[in-house]
């Protein structure tokens, strides 16, 4: 059963699975997909060709599916949003469609906690188990892996790639790729230790401790970190410090360090 207010708009040709609720006011365009027990709450907007997973809720004057802020997008691109099973869309929250650029799609993983007023742009790339704090804003194309956090107040720039279970602090402003399971801070950002707090949540002390090792290879030396990575690359058999090393020798925007290191 499905329980959709008398005030809510439904098009015709939305397809809304059992215990899906809308609530009063609400907005769901005919070519929105809804799972099992999505909650679309009062005022809530779902616009364009955009699918939400299971036990996903939708909060109040939260916007998801619009077209991008794109001077270049025409409106005639096959485009739109994916977010996966269990996320949590607070409060005028923006989530915009894709564009020709990417492969039209805007993705977001399953978990994801995106707190009141954050905005995420058109080609965005966000992983599992996020969470972007109140009013952070991600530009198009970013790249956020699993388990990152981004605090509130915090700006990232456009192609920035945000590796697995990093934390940007809040009020923080990134333009560059912050490595896997590092934490930076700062405006501009840069990286100033490992993500202890996350990376103790999700590993056994070993695997921490592994992780430490390489951050203190890769960071700690006196030379290049890029020459850093690639040693380390060809000498570790653990799969996580090869996904630092990797991120390193593949960033397009350049990793930000302190000032005076390189």
Do not use: W
Request: glycine share 10%; charged share 20%; net charge neutral.
């Amino acid at each position: 059963m499905k329980n959709i207010h008398k005030t809510a708009v439904v098009e015709d040709g939305a397809i809304i699975a059992d215990g899906a609720v809308i609530e009063a006011y609400a907005y769901v365009s005919r070519d929105a997909v809804l799972g099992e027990n999505v909650i679309v709450k009062q005022g809530a907007r779902i616009l364009g060709k955009t699918q939400i997973g299971d036990n996903s809720r939708i909060f109040s004057y939260a916007i998801v599916g619009d077209i991008p802020q794109d001077i270049s997008y025409t409106g005639e691109e096959d485009t739109g949003v994916v977010i996966g099973k269990n996320a949590t869309i607070r409060e005028f929250c923006t989530i915009n469609s894709g564009t020709h650029k990417g492969d039209g799609l805007t993705r977001i993983g399953d978990n994801a906690f995106i707190m009141a007023y954050c905005h995420i742009a058109h080609d965005c790339r966000v992983g599992s188990n996020v969470i972007l704090a109140n009013n952070a804003t991600l530009a198009g194309h970013v790249e956020m892996g699993d388990y990152a956090v981004v605090g509130g107040l915090t700006p990232v720039h456009q192609f920035v790639k945000i590796g697995e279970s990093c934390m940007i602090a809040g009020a923080s402003a990134l333009s560059q790729d912050v490595v896997p399971f590092c934490l930076a801070e700062g405006n501009r950002a840069y990286i100033r230790s490992l993500n202890l707090v996350g990376i103790r949540r999700r590993f056994e002390k070993a695997e921490v401790e592994e992780l430490v090792s390489a951050y203190k290879f890769l960071f700690n030396k006196g030379f290049g970190l890029k020459d850093q990575a690639a040693i380390l690359l060809d000498k570790t058999e653990n799969e996580n410090v090869k996904k630092m090393c990797n991120f390193i020798l593949n960033t397009n925007r350049g990793i930000p360090l302190a000032k005076g290191r390189n």
